[in-house]
């Protein structure tokens, strides 16, 4: 079974920077997709950034510029570093794993998910 677990959440400024940690466990294929999702209380959990096995990416137009999806292979450690942070930033933070047929950015087309981190952006 894959096991998730995001860390490096925390409070910061607008403008600050945050980088987000996801250690994976368990993968039982080697192709795939791992995405950083978000969601904030009262909104749908929505996609931010992904990266698949061949080293693809996609961005939410909301973060593109800003964020940058990573991945050491030799950790198997998936990162999110965020930077320019903005108060609708604010969310919990989640990573999660899919096959590589799936949509990256849509969190239905994930199985397997983190516990997930929060981010807090003050003004």
């Known amino acids: 079974q894959v096991q998730l677990v995001e860390s490096g959440g925390g409070s910061v400024q607008a403008g600050g920077s945050l980088r987000l940690s996801c250690a994976a466990t368990g993968y039982t294929y080697s192709r795939y997709w791992m995405g950083w999702f978000r969601q904030a209380p009262g909104k749908e959990r929505e996609g931010v950034a992904a990266?698949?096995?061949?080293?693809?990416?996609r961005y939410a137009d909301s973060v593109k510029g800003r964020f940058t999806i990573s991945q050491d292979n030799a950790k198997n450690t998936l990162y999110l570093q965020m930077n320019s942070l903005k108060p609708e930033d604010t969310a919990m933070y989640y990573c999660?794993?899919?096959?590589?047929?799936?949509?990256?950015?849509?969190?239905?087309?994930?199985?397997?998910w983190g516990q997930g981190t929060q981010v807090t952006v003050s003004s």
């Open positions: 990266m698949n096995s061949d080293g693809a990416t």
């Open positions: 999660a794993r899919g096959g590589s047929w799936v949509s990256p950015l849509v969190p239905r087309e994930f199985g397997y």
